[in-house]
C-alpha cells in the first residue's frame, strides 16, 4: 500500500449525473494531485494543491470540480460528463513543492470511470 | 517547457537476462528525472529519482538508472530480469520552481520465463 487510497474504485454514471471522487492520503504530505490516464496517451496533470491552495489548473474543463477541505483529502466533483472523459482517475501526493524542489509523488489506485 | 520520450511502446526481455527501457528528456534547465512502475488495476509506484550528484541511480527492486546529460538519457535497468518486473513504465521529467511533472507515455515490459 502507498498510503493513497481512492474511494470509489470503480464508477459508471450517465452524462447527466453528478458524483464525486474522494482521495485521502495517510502520508503527512502537503501536496495533493489529480490526474487522468487515458489509453495510449501520457498521463494528464489535471490539479495540484499546496496546503489546501489549487495551485495548477491544466486547462480542465469545469465539469470537473475540485475540492480540497485539508491537507489529507482531495475530492472531484463531477457533473455532465461526457463519454470521452471515461478514463482511470489518479489521485497522488508528495511533499509540497513551494520552495522550488520536485519530490516523488505516490499514487492511489485509482478510480476507474466510465460515462454511459 | 519540458518533454519526456519513451520510444518504445514494449519492450520484451527473457527471465535472467539484463533489462533497459529507454527514456530521453527535454527541459531548460537542470532536470529532476523519475522513473515509476505500474501494474495491473494499481497505480503508479515511485522506482527512483535524479536530482543532481552521481550518474547513476539506484532505487527499488534491483532497478538503477543512468543519467547521461550529453545525451539527455535517463534509462531504466536491471543486471537480471524477473517475470515480476513484467508492468509499465513510465519516465518523468521536472525541473526546479516547476509544480508540473511531465511523464511519458509508458513502456511496457514482459518478462518472458
Known amino acids: 500500500e502507498t498510503g493513497v487510497t481512492q474511494t470509489p474504485r470503480h464508477l459508471v454514471m450517465g452524462m447527466t449525473n453528478k458524483k464525486s471522487l474522494k482521495c485521502e492520503q495517510h502520508l503527512g504530505h502537503n501536496a495533493m494531485y489529480w490526474y487522468k490516464q487515458s489509453a495510449k496517451k501520457p498521463l494528464e496533470l489535471m490539479f495540484v494543491y499546496n496546503f489546501k491552495e489549487q495551485t495548477e489548473n491544466n486547462s480542465v474543463p469545469s465539469r470537473f470540480s475540485p475540492e480540497c477541505p485539508n491537507s489529507s483529502h482531495l475530492f472531484l466533483h463531477l457533473h455532465t460528463l461526457q463519454p470521452e472523459d471515461s478514463a482511470l482517475y489518479l489521485c497522488?501526493?508528495?511533499?509540497?513543492?513551494?520552495?522550488?524542489?520536485?519530490?516523488?509523488?505516490?499514487f492511489g489506485p485509482g478510480t476507474r470511470l466510465t460515462v454511459t | 517547457a519540458q518533454s519526456v520520450a519513451q520510444p518504445e511502446d514494449q519492450v520484451n526481455v527473457a527471465e535472467g537476462n539484463p533489462l533497459t527501457v529507454k527514456c530521453t528528456y527535454s527541459v531548460s534547465g537542470n532536470p529532476y528525472l523519475f522513473w515509476y512502475v505500474q501494474y495491473p488495476n494499481r497505480g503508479l509506484q515511485f522506482l527512483l529519482k535524479?536530482?543532481?550528484?552521481?550518474?547513476l541511480v539506484k532505487g527499488s527492486y534491483g532497478f538503477e538508472a543512468e543519467f547521461n546529460k550529453s545525451q539527455t538519457s535517463f534509462h531504466l535497468k536491471k543486471p537480471s530480469a524477473l517475470v515480476s518486473d513484467s508492468a509499465l513504465y513510465f519516465c518523468a521529467v521536472s525541473q526546479r520552481g516547476y509544480q508540473k511533472v511531465t511523464f511519458g507515455t509508458g513502456t511496457k515490459l514482459q518478462v518472458i520465463p
Open positions: 535524479y536530482i543532481t550528484g552521481d550518474n
Open positions: 497522488a501526493s508528495s511533499q509540497d513543492s513551494l520552495a522550488g524542489e520536485v519530490y516523488e509523488q505516490y
